[in-house]
């Protein structure tokens, strides 16, 4: 049968796919676009099956808040490199996937890959564009936070860094003052008193075990130990940190300040916790001039 390019054009309207792509797959199909859409997909999918081990540690974090400012939702999508991070189609596909994370029936990575927007599943338009650009592209998590103070804030460091703060008896500036300080300077939770049991047994071992090897007397470690500990737990909680926009006062002072309070929070990084691959340049070299 002869494939035109009215056929090819339209297929690829419809998937996205590559002119070749489209014109083999209408070859296979015989013309039929249906038959065709459905070889593309399953193509898609196959292709997205072989690159799901290959790290992917770049990408974008999302934002989205909603209408009313009582939902706020944080999204992490990665992809292998920083090219494909700024390419308009995998923006797209994040803005999308963002959207979907708003709808009421969207509370696990599984309703969100099944989300559809009509026609197509979040998860066939990863399919699709993983095909398409030749990246692992992997939607890693989302969060909804759901306000119980009188104040939703967000803050957004480059797409890379996302914060979403709740607060109560607070008003915008100082929200996003608490989101931009959240973002710099990492905190693990909002007081000591949310700190793990197990973290916090963990740190006082290795604080007295450094204590015992550095040659004070027995009968002050302990003391010291207390003291390290304390400064660990103002440097992990947000209310022990120095605000970051005026270093003479804790988090907690500031907050205290304004009659504030942090109900919660959360922080993505952009590959957080993934293993990357170490590149080691000087070894590449010499193993390329070995090989030549």
């Known amino acids: 049968m002869n494939i035109t390019p009215a056929m090819i054009k339209q297929l690829r309207e419809a998937t996205g796919a590559g002119i070749m792509e489209c014109k083999k797959a209408l070859v296979a199909a015989e013309g039929e676009n249906n038959t065709a ?9 196959a292709k997205a099956a072989k690159k799901s081990s290959r790290i992917a540690a770049e990408g974008l974090i999302i934002i989205r808040i909603s209408s009313d400012h009582k939902i706020a939702t944080l999204l992490e999508i990665n992809c292998e490199t920083d090219f494909v991070a700024k390419d308009e189609q995998f923006v797209a596909l994040c803005n999308k996937v963002a959207d979907a994370t708003l709808d009421d029936t969207v509370n696990t990575i599984e309703d969100l890959m099944d989300f559809t927007d009509g026609s197509t599943t979040i998860k066939d338009m990863q399919s699709a564009l993983i095909a398409k ?32 703060v709740d607060m109560q008896n607070a008003d915008a500036t100082l929200a996003k003052d608490i989101a931009m300080h959240i973002a710099a300077c990492k905190p693990l939770c909002i007081s000591a008193q949310q700190v793990g049991a197990t973290l916090l047994a963990k740190e006082k071992e290795i604080l007295t075990e450094q204590t015992k090897h550095s040659g004070k007397p027995e009968h002050i470690i302990d003391k010291i130990v207390a003291g390290r500990l304390k400064k660990y737990l103002n440097e992990i909680t947000l209310l022990g940190q120095s605000f970051i926009k005026d270093t003479d006062q804790s988090v907690e002072q500031l907050l205290k300040e304004h009659s504030s309070s942090v109900q919660s929070f959360i922080r993505y990084e952009i590959g957080e916790g993934i293993a990357r691959e170490q590149e080691n340049f000087a070894e590449e070299v010499m193993a390329q001039a070995g090989q030549s």
């Open 37 to 45: 859409i459905e070889i593309l997909r399953k193509s898609g999918q």
């Open 133 to 164: 650009l030749g990246e692992n592209i992997q939607i890693r998590r989302f969060n909804k936070l759901h306000r119980s103070g009188d104040v939703l804030a967000s803050y957004s460091h480059g797409n890379r860094i996302g914060v979403l």
